[in-house]
T-cell receptor, first 109, second 117 residues
Framework: KNEVEQSPQNLTAQEGEFITINCSYS?????LHWLQQHPGGGIVSLFM???GKKKHGRLIATINIQEKHSSLHITASHPRDSAVYIC???????????FGTGTLLAVQP | DTGVSQDPRHKITKRGQNVTFRCDPI?????LYWYRQTLGQGPEFLTY????????KSRLLSDRFSAERPKGSFSTLEIQRTEQGDSAMYLC???????????????FGSGTRLTVV
């Protein structure tokens, strides 16, 4: 079992839909990262959060440390949101990130 | 500052050749990380530096791999005697750390895509 699991692995949505991507992890952490990667492109950091909820534009990230679960929501999705969304955590006592395998999102017009 | 820069963007090399990649982090960031990503997979940790000190190195990093950050600024990753299995995207990231923890998250470079033929 991977230390960081994401669901779904693939997601197709229609433009305007509300999207949720889930991340569960099994290690103790101090923070969780949500990242975005476009095909063939580099990685962009969306959020780093250690509790509660953060919002940036149409993106919302939440985390429940006790349940070891985080969600990334996209409101009013748009085709330009199509990308791979990756959850990553730095386990305690280490400074490296362990990455989930990502969720491939395709938003159709 | 334009973010984290990696050079080259693409590298095609013949098996057995040596290659070197460069990463220029955000200037005020004290941590620099190297990750490797193969097709369809999430990135895997290779090594990281705090200033000029290499503090952790993955078991994925065989003796053919070496990384340096000589003055605590830019870093190089060298692969000697490349093998086809080394073909991957090599990602560099930097962060500002305080009291052991990353303060604001990571900034990633665009990566160097290595193809070994």
């Amino acid at each position: 079992k991977n230390e960081v699991e994401q669901s779904p692995q693939n997601l197709t949505a229609q433009e305007g839909e509300f999207i949720t991507i889930n991340c569960s992890y099994s290690v103790g952490i101090s923070a969780l990262h949500w990242l975005q990667q476009h095909p063939g492109g580099g990685i962009v950091s969306l959020f780093m959060l250690s509790s509660g909820k953060k919002k940036h534009g149409r993106l919302i990230a939440t985390i429940n440390i006790q349940e070891k679960h985080s969600s990334l929501h996209i409101t009013a999705s748009h085709p330009r949101d199509s990308a791979v969304y990756i959850c990553a955590v730095p386990p305690r006592a280490t400074n490296k990130l362990i990455f989930g395998t990502g969720t491939l999102l395709a938003v159709q017009p | 500052d334009t973010g984290v820069s990696q050079d080259p963007r693409h590298k095609i090399t013949k098996r057995g050749q040596n290659v070197t990649f460069r990463c220029d982090p955000i200037s005020e960031h004290n941590r620099l990380y190297w990750y490797r990503q193969t097709l369809g997979q999430g990135p895997e940790f290779l090594t990281y530096f705090q200033n000029e000190a290499q503090l952790e190195k993955s078991r994925l990093l065989s003796d053919r791999f070496s990384a340096e950050r000589p003055k605590g600024s830019f870093s190089t990753l060298e692969i000697q005697r490349t093998e086809q299995g080394d073909s991957a995207m090599y990602l560099c990231a930097s962060s500002l750390a305080g009291t052991g923890r990353d303060l604001y998250g990571y900034t990633f470079g665009s990566g160097t895509r290595l193809t070994v033929v």
